[in-house]
């Protein structure tokens, strides 16, 4: 009876210690708006930096349950009927969350009017009025506006829920800091591939997005990006500066990076017996420096012909 009695205890705090961890996980239920639930949302956690470490999938019930949330800072949610969605780990509360996906064919949902799409065999092309644009700090930002494309504060592009995508700028390569810095006046279109140019499948990217700016442009731009610390010294700094000319453009982009540190060793003094005789020596510690600068620059030159060519130049 003793022995019962001692595997009912160990029964019943093994299901405590179950019920108190299951308090302590969070669930997510996808629905609809009128309170219907959604299977087979595709759900990838990302880490701060981007890179991402866990893959869900919502069963029949519309949920998902997060086991493992080490490290998670957001979490993706797609569904090819519904538009996608960015949620934050930290805004989750214990045990379930509801979380409503809007239909991707809603034209409510949709900014962008059709007044302002053009479907080509290839892409989609968007243009985003002045007044859409005034709703947000930049150009970039300003694609949020553009369906299943989603930019973050961090400056984090998803498209379709998927992050490996590449942005340009009249078909060249762009840095974020340069489309950052872009002039609002200057934007004529956003071209959308969802299946990406030939030249760029190799690379894995499964998007590509062309800011296509508009002719007989005049004036010029610029953006300082800091991020410093001084004690110790580390930080990573930018500055760009770009001027237009009809259809030339003048771009010039610099990059700092550095990091000095000191690390202190003790000053210690030495007194002992050897064999008979007294030692006595004084260690002075010091300085271990770790000196490490970057910079570089480079300047580019752009002429755009539409429907003609693209010529780029890069010193």
């Known amino acids: 009876m003793k022995g019962f009695n001692i595997i009912r205890y160990f029964l019943a705090c093994t299901v405590v210690l179950l019920t108190a961890a299951s308090m ?105 009025t002045m007044k859409d644009m005034a709703s947000y700090a930049n150009v970039l930002q300003s694609l949020n506006v553009i369906p299943n494309l989603t930019v973050l504060s961090n400056g984090s592009v998803f498209f379709e829920g998927n992050q490996n995508i590449k942005i340009l700028i009249d078909g060249v390569d762009a840095t974020i800091q340069e489309i950052q ?21 190799n690379q894995g990217v499964s998007a590509v997005i062309d800011i296509k700016l508009k002719s007989n442009i005049y004036g010029g731009n610029g953006g300082i990006d800091l991020s410093q610390a001084f004690l110790p010294l580390k930080g990573n700094n930018s500055v760009a500066f770009y001027y237009n000319y009809r259809q030339s453009r003048f771009s010039f982009l610099y990059n700092n990076e550095n990091s000095h540190y000191k690390k202190y060793q003790k000053s210690e003094v030495l007194d002992y017996d050897y064999n008979g005789v007294n030692y006595n020596k004084a260690k002075e510690g010091l300085d271990s420096k770790n000196h490490y600068d970057d910079n570089n620059f480079n300047l580019s030159y752009q002429i755009n012909q539409p429907r003609k060519f693209l010529y780029n130049e890069v010193v």
Do not use: M
């Open 181 to 201: 810095t872009l002039s609002k006046e200057d934007i004529d279109k956003i071209d959308v591939y969802q299946t990406p140019p030939l030249r760029f499948i």
């Open 24 to 128: 302590h996980g969070k669930t997510i239920v996808f629905s609809t708006t009128d309170n219907n639930l959604i299977p087979e949302v595709q759900c990838i956690g990302f880490k701060e930096d981007g890179d991402s470490i866990a893959t869900w999938v919502s069963n029949k019930e519309g949920l998902i349950d997060i086991q493992i949330a080490e490290g998670i800072n957001y979490i993706t949610a797609s569904h090819p009927q519904f538009s996608d969605k960015v949620i934050f780990y930290k805004d989750l509360n214990e045990g379930k969350n509801i979380v409503i996906l809007s239909q991707a064919v809603s034209l409510n949902e949709v900014v962008v009017t059709p007044a302002d799409v053009q479907e080509f065999t290839d892409r989609t092309s968007y243009r985003i």
